[in-house]
């Protein structure tokens, strides 16, 4: 099963929104609403903010959104704040009865 | 509160044996499906494997690179789930996760145990 496809790395100002694509064939992202992602600091364990697509979990900011649109996936931060830069990875369930990650986007605040 | 503490991790030439521990508290583990991810130095995450719970058949499923080498087990009775690796291979180093598993994602996750193969 080969990794799901995002861009290596997104910037944004401080205010501005941005979004990160996530793109995977009709056995994953493309044929179940399993997609999820992940925000994950240096050093410390990935956290989820995204389930189910669009679902935002207990607790995560509500500048954090989710969308499918046939085999990709975006995630779209907006209102990009200094601690909103981390390592952010989809992932999404498989025809084989596996999940599989994207490669991971490092997200720069300028 | 969710706590899921990993342990086990080291130093283990190739084609050498470890196995890891994840205990949980906060939820009731018996009733979870739960997940084991890792990490390789620099790198992004991986799944490895992942087990339902009893209620749900118990069954486990595994990534290809890790299948017939790795096993995901569990005790409900101490709270804990395992992963038997053998046969390591120096490309299986990596941090390893264990985490909940609720529908489709993976929603709690632990601080991670470093597992080193090398000669």
């Known amino acids: 099963q080969s990794a799901l496809t995002q861009p290596a790395s997104v910037s944004g100002s401080p205010g501005q929104s941005i979004t990160i694509s996530c793109t995977g064939t009709?056995?994953?992202?493309?044929?179940?609403?399993?997609v999820s992602w992940y925000q994950q600091h240096p050093g410390k364990a990935p956290k989820l903010i995204i389930s189910?697509?669009?679902n935002r979990p207990s607790g995560v900011s509500n500048r954090f959104s989710g969308s499918k649109s046939g085999n990709t996936a975006s995630l779209t931060i907006s209102g990009l704040q200094a601690e909103d830069e981390a390592d952010y990875y989809c992932?999404?369930?498989?025809?084989?009865?596996?999940?599989?990650f994207g490669g991971g986007t490092k997200l720069t605040v300028l | 509160e969710v706590q899921l503490v990993e342990s086990g991790g080291g130093l283990v030439k190739p084609g050498g044996s470890l196995r890891l521990s994840c205990a949980a508290s906060?939820?009731?583990?018996?009733?979870?499906?739960m997940t084991w991810v890792r990490q390789a130095p620099g790198k992004g995450l991986e799944w490895v494997g992942r087990?339902?719970?009893?209620?749900?058949?118990?069954?486990?499923d595994y990534a290809a690179p890790v299948k017939g080498r790795f096993t995901i087990s569990r005790d409900d009775s101490k709270n804990t789930l395992y992963l038997q690796m053998n046969s390591l291979k120096t490309e299986d180093t990596a941090v390893y996760y264990c985490?909940?598993?609720?529908?489709?994602?993976?929603?709690?996750w632990g601080q991670g145990t470093l597992v080193t193969v090398s000669s």
């Open positions: 087990i339902k719970s009893k209620t749900d058949g118990g069954t486990t």
């Open positions: 189910d697509v669009s």
């Open positions: 009709s056995s994953d992202v493309g044929g179940y609403n399993y």
């Open positions: 992932s999404s369930y498989t025809s084989s009865i596996t999940w599989v």
């Open positions: 985490t909940t598993q609720r529908s489709g994602s993976f929603d709690y």
């Open positions: 906060g939820f009731t583990f018996s009733n979870a499906w």
